[in-house]
């Protein structure tokens, strides 16, 4: 099997080498910034190219960009007349992004937070798949069994659906951490004490429903201790006011 992609940012380079350390041939790597094609293509043994007319044709070619840039990239691809299965990687994005320019279309969506400094397990990453067709849908779960032990075959509304909980699964609960951190900071106060509180938090998931593990003085409606929390934060508007709007919703959730 052949693969190209187009993009070199996160998913690109984390799916890239991951492909590549199971000898799936990794053919070419386009991106906009031509070094960044070069820095990716030379760790995966590729063919950096700076134009996607440029393309030849692969078993599976992937798009992982922005999602505001799929649209945009699909369109040079149906203009250049390319022939081959073509997957974006979006969770929100729809498999029509692709069909509307008639390309053999398909995703290839893994549910996980890629930062370039960080390892990716990917036999625990699920990985969701869909396509226009059922044999390319076939080729796909080739292509996922060789990285992940989890595979699904969602919808591109199911797969919105996930995306939009992995946002507050995912990034609020960290941008809460972001904030959680500076409070200590400004305070002097060694941030690494919240870890095993968070993985605890975390751990509990395995067994219990989000619901019944909810604590906390909003749960509890503990009026003393969210007064007293809002006066600390009263030089901070924004942390303020997203800790008034999830103190009410947990009460209102815990009625």
Not at 10 to 19: D, E, G, K, M, S
Not at 87 to 113: E, M
Not at 152 to 158: I, K, P
Request: aromatic fraction near 8%; include cysteine.
């Amino acid at each position: 099997m052949r693969i190209s992609i187009i993009g070199a940012g996160r998913v690109a380079t984390h799916l890239a080498i991951a492909l590549f350390q199971k000898d799936i041939c990794i053919h070419s790597i386009y991106s906009q910034t031509l070094t960044n094609a070069q820095r990716l293509a030379k760790q995966v043994q590729a063919q950096p190219i700076q134009a996607l007319k440029q393309l030849e044709l692969v078993d599976i070619l992937i798009i992982a960009v922005s999602d505001a840039q799929i649209d945009h990239v699909a369109r040079q691809l149906a203009e250049n007349q390319y022939q081959g299965l073509t997957v974006h990687t979006s969770g929100s994005t729809s498999l029509n992004v692709l069909c509307q320019y008639q390309l053999r279309a398909g995703v290839f969506y893994p549910l996980q937070t890629f930062s370039l400094n960080q390892k990716i397990d990917w036999l625990q990453t699920p990985i969701f798949l869909e396509a226009s067709h059922s044999s390319d849908l076939s080729q796909l779960h080739q292509l996922a069994d060789q990285l992940s032990n989890k595979i699904y075959h969602y919808d591109s509304q199911q797969r919105l659906s996930l995306h939009l909980a992995a946002v507050f699964a995912c990034n609020f609960s960290n941008y809460c951490y972001d904030i959680a951190q500076q409070l200590l900071q400004n305070q002097q106060v060694d941030p690494d004490l919240l870890l095993p509180l968070i993985q605890g938090t975390a751990n509990k998931l395995k067994q219990q429903t989000a619901y019944e593990n909810q604590t906390g003085p909003a749960m509890r409606h503990d009026d003393n201790i969210l007064q007293l929390h809002q006066q600390e934060l009263q030089h901070y508007a924004e942390w303020l006011k997203i800790y008034q709007l999830m103190s009410d919703a947990i009460r209102h959730r815990h009625k």
